[in-house]
């Protein structure tokens, strides 16, 4: 069931709906009249932060809150950082919404809003979701936890909430597909972009991937459901430290060639790195019916299937990604699909 | 007139659609690939006419544009680092054959160490070649440039190819609102290619790219090539002042920010002069009059503006965002050699390098330059060359290097 964690939101009041019109020039055409939601004073950017994997759909969540916004006459700018490009490697992706024209670019080190779409990035050291949350940065992590778990567990700053998008999605959309609820967390959360908004622009963005109307329509379905769980936030003050951050600048000494070169010495290190936390379903064998003709070991694109002693596949479900190649190749229909949810 | 959320790529894929190229050569690589994707796929739709060919390398690309350009045909291509390094001697000679094209360089960082992450070192290894090179800041500006290219490219005083420089990622994936030009204003700007030296006709064939033997003839028309590029200076202001009438928007061969009471002056270049912006402004809160002028045409250097808006400042301070290890600051030798002999030059002239391979130039960076800044003109001392390194940077670089086996403890 969609559950959305009000716990550690407990200080955000009602905020009530104040609606402006301003006038909005765009270029030489006519003027246009455009709705600001909650417009209290010039000079509002919200720094937007998605973690995902690849495939989970951040980047395009980013770009249906910049089209969101930019549709709702904000300026706004959004872009990915992928590092390796690859489906389950950790990626970020950012979007920034302002009233007034956005004098930054690049990485946003200290996010307003910061959007963790899958909870095994929490323990990846490399993708670093924590970094920068300051006292009024909210996090959303998505997972079948309640907050005080995520607190528990890991260090930051800042309110934390927890949300099962995940659920949500496979229920409405029948597919792990995160952009459109996790733009339409980071919607609500700005205060800034109404609901007929959001829509506008997920169809925006889903059309342009090439997705067909009847899912286009689930997406928003969840979308809009989402967007009515997640609590306004525009009143949580941002309190991140102001300019100067303690960071001199070091000189730097010649470190002689063993150092100074782009260069590794220790042993590979890939094996250490487990796989298996990618998941979301875990393929199951029906040991009794299985006649070890082997087509599943022979398929696993990951060898992942190893053949025991007495001729029986068995899977490493420390590193199994769950592609399901094996069911799709075993002839006699003898693997299943479950649906798992991380231990942690 | 529409105004879209767009990424510097599709900014880029519109100028080539709305200049109406004939002919794109293409081949792929990291940032600049959707430009050509964008391309192919409008191209096959029908919603561009052009023809669209995949070359096997980037070098027969650069090849197949300049030899098409010789033919009489508008063409467009894009390319990036390792790319452009891979087609490099022909860069020199779709220049020296006068061959006028528009070519995008989607900037990043190049080989070893290997990444994705944007620095200027590709782009300015061609400011030799004789290719006109202009470098952009928004993606906006990529749009814009690329129609105001062709036209410099095309005008009879030049007739050499350009290249325009687009930051990876900070531009290249980017998305934030662009205006696109009306297409029947564009045509009014920019009318079709009408070539006079260099065409195929089989009534008047002509021999292009002869080989010459002899440094007299050599020297001759590479003196020509060099005459050519320096017009481009008159045609780039002529140009840039005629696309201020019809579309409203600015774009100065040097562009000015807070300059007029500004005694300290930050140079910078392409995506990163936004943060350049932002720290001014803090610093303009702390009551330091700090300018800043962002070099957009970088090939012909626009020696006579920049004398003049640093005339009587007390100290500019060139930020590179490229380096050519052994001696520095590539743009700063630029900038240094246009005012020796100025009578009103900055007392204070300085070089830092920062932001190679993407590293971000923080707040605390532009601090650090500022400081600089204000002992040079205290005490009169100048420093060497500067390479802007921090704390984190050296923390983060540190835990890598133990993980790597590179360092004892």
């Known amino acids: ?344 | 007139m529409v105004k879209e959320m767009l990424t510097g790529n599709y900014a880029a894929a519109w100028g080539a659609r709305l200049a109406d190229v004939d002919y794109v050569p293409a081949f792929p690589i990291t940032p600049q690939s959707e430009i050509i994707e964008v391309l192919s796929k409008w191209i096959n739709g029908g919603a561009m006419d052009a023809i669209f060919t995949n070359m096997d390398s980037e070098h027969s690309m650069i090849t197949a544009a300049g030899t098409a350009s010789a033919t009489g045909t508008r063409v467009f291509s894009a390319t990036s680092s390792q790319g452009l390094l891979y087609g490099f001697e022909m860069l020199y000679n779709i220049a020296g054959w006068r061959a006028p094209l528009v070519m995008i360089n989607v900037s990043r960082a190049v080989s070893a160490p290997i990444t994705l992450e944007p620095d200027h070192n590709d782009i300015l290894s061609a400011r030799d070649t004789g290719i006109i090179q202009i470098h952009t800041e928004t993606c906006q500006e990529v749009l814009d440039t690329i129609l105001m290219a062709y036209r410099i490219s095309e005008d009879e005083r030049v007739l050499l190819p350009v290249l325009i420089n687009m930051d990876g990622f900070y531009l290249s994936f980017t998305r934030e609102p662009v205006l696109i030009p009306d297409k029947n204003e564009v045509k009014g700007f920019l009318p079709e290619y009408a070539p006079r030296h260099a065409f195929f006709k089989a009534s008047e064939p002509m021999a292009q790219g002869v080989a010459v033997l002899g440094g007299s003839a050599y020297s001759y028309f590479k003196y020509q090539l060099h005459l050519a590029s320096l017009n481009a200076i008159e045609v780039y202001n002529e140009v840039a002042s005629e696309f201020k009438g019809v579309f409203g928007r600015s774009y100065p061969a040097i562009e000015g920010f807070m300059m007029e009471d500004a005694t300290y002056v930050l140079i910078m270049s392409n995506s990163f002069t936004i943060k350049g912006k932002a720290a001014l402004k803090v610093f303009r809160e702390k009551g330091i009059k700090v300018g800043l002028l962002r070099l957009r045409l970088i090939r012909p250097f626009p020696n006579s503006e920049l004398k003049r808006l640093l005339s009587k400042k007390k100290a500019a301070a060139i930020i590179d965002q490229n380096i050519s290890p052994g001696s520095g600051g590539i743009l700063f030798k630029d900038v240094s050699a246009a005012l020796y002999h100025e009578t009103h030059r900055p007392e204070v002239l300085l070089s830092f390098v920062g932001g190679l391979g993407g590293k971000d130039i923080s707040p605390e960076e532009f601090n650090y330059i500022i400081d600089v800044m204000k002992k040079s003109v205290d005490t009169g001392v100048v420093p060497e060359t500067q390479i802007l390194y921090t704390e984190n940077d050296m923390r983060q670089m540190n835990k890598l290097l133990k993980v790597a086996g590179k360092t004892t403890d």
């Open chain 1, 1 to 344: 069931m969609f559950r959305f964690d009000r716990v550690a939101l407990s200080n955000v009041g009602a905020v009530s709906q104040t609606v402006l019109f301003r006038k909005a020039r765009l270029g030489n055409g006519p003027y246009r009249k455009i709705q600001i939601h909650n417009m209290k004073k010039k000079g509002i950017i919200k720094r937007i932060r998605f973690h995902g994997r690849g495939g989970q759909g951040m980047k395009t969540a980013s770009r249906i809150v910049g089209t969101a916004a930019f549709v709702e006459g904000y300026y706004a700018q959004d872009f990915p950082v992928y590092g390796a490009e690859r489906r389950g490697a950790p990626i970020m992706a950012f979007t920034r919404v302002s009233d007034a024209p956005i004098l930054e670019r690049g990485i946003i080190v200290q996010p307003d809003i910061n959007i963790i779409a899958d909870e095994t990035l929490l323990d990846d050291n490399a993708a670093n979701v924590l970094q920068g949350t300051g006292s009024g940065t909210i996090t959303i992590v998505n997972t079948h936890y309640g907050s005080s778990h995520v607190k528990e567990n890991y260090s930051l700053n800042g309110e934390v909430a927890t949300v099962d998008i995940t659920e949500l999605v496979l229920k409405i959309i029948n597919k792990p597909a995160l952009s459109s609820v996790a733009a339409a967390s980071a919607c609500k959360l700005t205060g800034m972009i109404s609901k007929d908004t959001l829509k506008v622009a997920i169809v925006k963005e889903l059309e342009y991937i090439n997705l067909k109307k009847a899912v286009i329509d689930k997406n928003v379905e969840a979308a809009l459901i989402c967007f009515d769980n997640t609590p306004d936030c525009s009143n949580i003050k941002i309190k991140h430290p102001e300019g100067y951050v303690e960071n001199k600048v070091v000189s730097l000494e010649y470190a002689g060639p063993r150092v100074g070169s782009p260069s590794v010495y220790t042993m590979g290190n890939t094996i250490t790195k487990k796989t298996g936390s990618w998941r979301l379903f875990k393929p199951a064998i029906d040991y009794d019916e299985c006649s070890r003709c082997r087509a599943c070991f022979v398929h696993c694109p990951h060898s992942c299937i190893a053949i025991d002693e007495s001729g029986y596949p068995q899977i490493d479900y420390e590193n199994c990604k769950g592609c399901f190649t094996c069911m799709d190749e075993c002839p006699k229909d003898v693997i299943s699909r479950e649906r798992e949810v991380r231990a942690w």
